[in-house]
């Protein structure tokens, strides 16, 4: 086989990650859902000669690298049961996309919703067999938990991470470009608007009569990778920023 001594960089997978970033649907609001997949690996600058001969990491042609795509994107009416919602996620979660593998070292999907404002919503996915990350968004400026699988989250951080990962200079957060909603995710980023309040808090919001929850679906999947992995065991505050 005639392999090209071109050397074009190339991403090479290591090691992936699912994360679905839920925002539970209120009043005015529908419900949310992205798929974030996070890999870990190497650029490869080496030719496909030298990949295929495994010489590129002896000579010095990989560096350490990380891809973030969000893969699924989508909205639920509003006025839907949570009991649709959830049973829907759950299916999502089903899915050989989603489920771990392996043999491509990926990880089975991991599932973060947006607690607050929903009574007892995360206990009705607990009831449905699945295990959410619960987040309540609050002001201020520390995250804190509350218990197993539990967070309060300052929108800030939320925020501060989307706006960090959308723009980071090396690995950007991407978009795959079969996903409807990635437009409606734009115009809602065109439309959020950063303010001061009265006491000097910054205040994220969309503009009156917009909405913002494919934003926080994302911002959550976000901020969840953005953790450490095996982070250890604290009470209270973990960190602020």
């Known amino acids: ?20 970033g839920v925002d539970v649907g209120k009043e005015v609001d529908p419900t949310a859902i992205c798929v974030i997949e996070k890999c870990n690996g190497v650029i490869d600058h080496g030719s496909d000669y030298e990949r295929h001969t495994n010489q590129t ?9 990380e891809r973030w795509r969000v893969v699924h994107m989508e909205r639920i009416p509003l006025k839907t049961k949570y009991g649709e919602v959830i049973r829907h996620i759950a299916g999502l979660l089903a899915t050989p996309q989603l489920q771990a593998d392996p043999d491509e070292n990926r990880s089975a999907g991991e ?14 996915f607990i009831d449905n067999g699945l295990k959410p990350i619960s987040v309540i968004i609050r002001g201020g400026l520390d995250t804190n938990w509350k218990g197993r699988n539990r967070f309060t989250v300052a929108k800030e951080e939320l925020i501060g991470l989307l706006d960090a990962r959308l723009n980071h200079d090396r690995f950007p957060l991407t978009f795959s470009t079969q996903l409807s909603e990635a437009e409606a995710f734009k115009a809602e980023i065109a439309d959020f608007r950063r303010n001061v309040s009265g006491a000097g808090r910054m205040q994220y919001e969309a503009r009156q009569g917009r909405h913002d929850d494919m934003i926080l679906s994302v911002a959550l ?3 969840f990778l953005s953790r450490p992995r095996n982070q250890p065991t604290v009470i209270g505050v973990y960190g602020s920023y």
Not at 1 to 20: A, G, H, I, T, Y
Not at 57 to 65: N, T, Y
């Open 221 to 223: 999947a976000v901020w």
């Open 1 to 20: 086989m005639d392999w090209s001594q071109e050397r074009k960089p190339k991403f090479l997978p290591r090691k992936s990650r699912l994360v679905m």
């Open 57 to 65: 990491e002896a000579l010095g042609l990989q560096k350490k690298a």
């Open 111 to 124: 599932l973060v919703i947006d607690a607050g404002g929903a009574g007892g919503v995360a206990e009705m």
